[in-house]
């Protein structure tokens, strides 16, 4: 055998090894998330992410600390509204 001859056939092995490695990984992450879909529980809805209008105190302190942050204290939060 050649030396071209050599690279090709591992070049092609190394690919067919990539490949079936990929479908491997795609498979396995496929049928977790469907077992775990059917066997885990719902999650519980925190009661102030139920009502689309409310903020909570955390939230709104996160904004008002990002906005100062961002204009280096030169700015106000006067409202906040979903876009």
Avoid: C, Y
């Amino acid at each position: 055998m050649q030396p071209i001859d050599i690279a090709f056939e591992l070049l092609v092995v190394g690919i067919i090894t990539v490949w079936l490695v990929l479908f491997l990984v795609v498979g396995v992450g496929h049928v977790t998330k469907l077992v775990v879909n059917r066997f885990a529980p719902e999650g519980i809805v925190a009661s102030s992410e139920s009502k689309p209008g409310v903020l909570n105190n955390n939230k709104l302190t996160a904004i008002t600390a990002a906005v100062n942050v961002a204009s280096k204290g030169e700015a106000k939060v006067a409202k906040i509204e979903r876009l």
